[in-house]
């Protein structure tokens, strides 16, 4: 059977996704171990309810931390920063909140191919939800 032009670009850019992902691959298994700050902390030791908050919004954004964020920012799962680990958020929250609501509303994929899913998995929460649970999480971290 003979293939059309469109068959064979089609066939050529699939080649060309499947090359790209076999080198970012490649690239996150590099053989020089990269310093992971946000594994700093000992995984499990962050304990919210330790924490005397005033805040409304700190207090519903502990409650919605709990309940979601927490799976992977208390373990530092697919890289995320382990909350209360300072030195990690430090450059994350020098970056302003708006920069932080988009990459935890939208989703984001860090430069050690570290991933923020969008709203952490979790479409039903609301952006303000989403919002309010990192303003708990930079509070938490500074």
């Given at each position: 059977?003979?293939?059309?032009?469109?068959?064979?670009?089609?066939?050529?850019?699939?080649?060309?996704?499947?090359?790209?992902?076999?080198?970012?691959?490649?690239?996150?298994?590099?053989?020089?171990?990269?310093?992971d700050v946000s594994q700093?902390?000992?995984?499990?030791?962050?304990?919210?309810?330790?924490?005397?908050?005033?805040?409304?919004?700190?207090?519903?954004?502990?409650?919605?931390?709990?309940?979601?964020?927490?799976?992977?920012?208390?373990?530092?799962?697919?890289?995320?920063?382990?909350?209360?680990?300072?030195?990690?958020?430090?450059?994350?929250?020098?970056?302003?909140?708006?920069?932080?609501?988009?990459?935890?509303?939208?989703?984001?994929?860090?430069?050690?191919?570290?991933?923020?899913?969008?709203?952490?998995?979790?479409?039903?929460?609301?952006?303000?939800?989403?919002?309010?649970?990192?303003?708990?999480?930079?509070?938490?971290?500074?």
């Amino acid at each position: 059977m003979l293939r059309t032009s469109n068959e064979s670009i089609d066939a050529k850019l699939l080649a060309l996704c499947l090359l790209a992902v076999g080198l970012m691959t490649l690239a996150a298994c590099s053989s020089e171990p990269k310093e992971d700050v946000s594994q700093k902390s000992t995984p499990g030791t962050f304990d919210a309810m330790a924490l005397s908050l005033t805040d409304p919004d700190h207090v519903a954004g502990r409650e919605i931390w709990m309940n979601t964020c927490q799976t992977c920012h208390l373990r530092g799962l697919t890289g995320a920063p382990m909350i209360g680990n300072k030195e990690a958020w430090k450059p994350r929250i020098e970056k302003g909140l708006d920069t932080l609501f988009n990459h935890a509303i939208n989703g984001f994929i860090g430069p050690t191919y570290s991933e923020m899913p969008p709203k952490g998995g979790f479409a039903e929460l609301s952006d303000e939800e989403v919002k309010k649970a990192v303003k708990f999480m930079t509070f938490a971290s500074k």
